[in-house]
């Protein structure tokens, strides 16, 4: 089941105002083609009533629209065009079925190895397994390809019963089996999600807002695009340093050419990539030297002295006496403040949304 539904601030939010009768219209048009109450819902949460809603999904901006499957919501919103066109043409892609089925093993040697893949044989369609197999594949239909293959045709893949594999990116890169209960939806999306989502995203510009929205602080690296070391090294090191920091921070990687501006803000060019930095969408802070990125526990490092507040010191006031050779003068000059933040600029336009200022307005 795909449930659309509008959170907004009728008496208070112009822009609620506006959405209403085009999101009721939508719903209509939704109705007429999906006439099963089962398939899709639309559904209206007035914050002037339901403040806990709001809270509880973290709304900072009306009107918006989330979407949710199977009882959870999509970490992606809807960002389209505010018209019953769009809405209308958004709810029949989530509709579309993510899975594609495969009529001959043969497929598999076509499989695009640039992508994230999850492919699962079954002996039936019918099924519990199947059915869990295609709640994952809903919910995690924008992060990987989901394919499946069924009966006879599935048969040489089905050793011990039903199976499900992850192909990763990558030719050489061997494939990895679900070993969990195939009926239990927790673990198989817990499984699935920690495949399809990486540990270090690309940030984009069409991706840059939901990012930001998330509200924790980016570690970035800046590199050329056909720079796939670089970016191979970064990742090994979050793994190995920062896996216990995933959720107080995010681990990206951004375009040295498409984010010039950023770049600019910490006075660097692609000329200077590979480059990392932490934006706390306050200031943005650069790693010294990307050279030292596999030195034992440096990055993480970096990204302690960030939540200690050490790098908004150091920026502002110098090295920590602590962090001086005793008796050795320091000679440097006093840091001034750091760059503004330069992706606190991909946040929701002023213009576009009711933003909350102050979360007691709830």
């Known amino acids: 089941m ?24 939508a719903s209509n048009v939704a109705r007429e083609e999906y006439p099963d109450q089962t398939q899709v819902v639309f559904a209206r949460v007035d914050c002037d009533q339901h403040s806990d809603i709001a809270q509880r999904y973290r709304i900072s901006k009306y009107p918006t629209l989330k979407l949710f499957r199977n009882g959870m919501m999509m970490k992606r919103e809807y960002r389209g065009q505010r018209s019953v066109t769009a809405i209308a043409d958004f709810i029949r892609q989530q509709k579309v079925d993510p899975i594609k089925e495969m009529l001959s093993l043969e497929e598999l040697g076509s499989v695009d190895r640039s992508k994230r893949t999850i492919i699962g044989f079954f002996d039936q369609k019918e099924s519990e397994n199947y059915r869990t197999f295609e709640k994952v594949a809903n919910i995690l239909r924008d992060d990987c ?8 045709v599935s048969k040489p893949e089905r050793f011990s019963g039903d199976n499900v594999i992850y192909k990763p990116p990558g030719e050489s890169v061997p494939d990895m089996v679900y070993l969990g209960t195939l009926t239990n939806f927790d673990l198989a999306y817990a499984w699935s999600q920690d495949k399809c989502v990486p540990l270090v995203r690309e940030i984009t510009f069409e991706n840059g807002e939901e990012l930001t929205e998330e509200g924790i602080p980016f570690l970035i ?3 050329l695009k056909e720079d796939a070391e670089s970016l191979e090294k970064f990742q090994h090191e979050v793994a190995r340093q920062l896996i216990s920091e995933k959720g107080s921070i995010n681990f ?18 692609p ?7 932490i934006d706390s969408f306050r200031h943005m802070y650069v790693f010294p030297e990307f050279n030292d990125l596999t030195v034992p526990g440096k990055l993480r490092q970096f990204v302690l002295d960030l939540h200690s507040g050490k790098l908004h010191r150091v920026f502002h006031h110098g090295p920590d006496p602590t962090d001086s050779t005793p008796g ?35």
Do not use: N
């Open 328 to 362: 050795q003068e320091d000679d440097s000059e006093v840091a001034s403040s750091p760059p503004e933040s330069s992706f606190q600029k991909l946040a929701p336009s002023e213009t576009r949304y009711t933003i909350l200022r102050d979360r007691d307005e709830l």
């Open 221 to 223: 690296l800046f590199h």
């Open 145 to 152: 390809v989901f394919l499946a293959a069924f009966g006879e």
């Open 2 to 25: 795909v449930v659309c539904v509008l959170i907004h601030h009728v008496s208070l939010c112009r822009f609620s105002q506006m959405l209403h009768p085009i999101f009721e219209e």
């Open 252 to 269: 990206l990687h951004a375009d040295c050419d498409k984010f010039r501006h950023p770049l600019l803000h910490i006075q660097k060019t």
């Open 271 to 277: 000329a200077d990539c590979p480059v990392i930095a």
